[in-house]
């Protein structure tokens, strides 16, 4: 960072620039990524360098792996009653819409409130959550902010070095 604090709107403008160059640069890592993934096999380790004895770090392809889920949970459950009955219960489930309404309704009314609008229900509890910062580029900007990330590339992409 530079050594003048920097404004409210400096900043602001600086993340919009920052948000920006963040999604053409993970554009660009995706179809990087599927070029190489079409180029070498799985298995393949590279490691780039900027010539003798100056390694940049390795970039690797690796293997397909097993990973287990469960596709049928009815199926499941059924045999495992079957063969584990002591590690099977019954749970007791509230619809996902029946829940979602009633946060829903009680986020707008600041207070817990059921989902035919009945007042303090147990269970629904109400917090604040953590203000954050959140910049959005207009598309239609997006020139006009290549143009400025192009000629403050180096400006932005300090990081106290």
């Given at each position: 960072?530079?050594?003048?604090?920097?404004?409210?709107?400096?900043?602001?403008?600086?993340?919009?620039?920052?948000?920006?160059?963040?999604?053409?640069?993970?554009?660009?890592?995706?179809?990087?990524?599927?070029?190489?993934?079409?180029?070498v096999p799985p298995g393949?380790?590279?490691?780039?360098?900027?010539?003798?004895?100056?390694?940049?770090?390795?970039?690797?392809?690796?293997?397909?792996?097993?990973?287990?889920?469960?596709?049928?949970?009815?199926?499941?459950?059924?045999?495992?009653?079957?063969?584990?009955?002591?590690?099977?219960?019954?749970?007791?489930?509230?619809?996902?819409?029946?829940?979602e309404k009633a946060l829903?309704?009680?986020?707008?009314?600041?207070?817990?409130?059921?989902?035919?609008?009945?007042?303090?229900?147990?269970?629904?509890?109400?917090?604040?959550?953590?203000?954050?910062?959140?910049?959005?580029?207009?598309?239609?900007?997006?020139?006009?902010?290549?143009?400025?990330?192009?000629?403050?590339?180096?400006?932005?992409?300090?990081?106290?070095?």
């Open positions: 960072m530079s050594v003048r604090q920097m404004t409210p709107t400096e900043l602001a403008e600086r993340l919009l620039l920052l948000s920006a160059l963040e999604k053409r640069v993970a554009a660009m890592k995706a179809e990087t990524q599927a070029e190489l993934k079409a180029t393949t380790t590279l490691k780039p360098s900027l010539g003798p004895g100056e390694q940049l770090g390795t970039v690797s392809f690796t293997l397909s792996n097993l990973r287990a889920s469960v596709a049928d949970m009815d199926a499941w459950a059924a045999w495992a009653e079957k063969n584990y009955p002591q590690n099977v219960s019954m749970v007791l489930v509230v619809a996902d819409w029946l829940t829903a309704l009680s986020t707008k009314a600041g207070r817990p409130v059921g989902p035919g609008g009945e007042l303090d229900p147990p269970g629904i509890t109400l917090r604040p959550t953590a203000p954050y910062v959140s910049a959005r580029p207009k598309p239609e900007a997006m020139p006009a902010l290549w143009a400025q990330i192009r000629d403050r590339l180096p400006e932005l992409t300090e990081a106290g070095e």
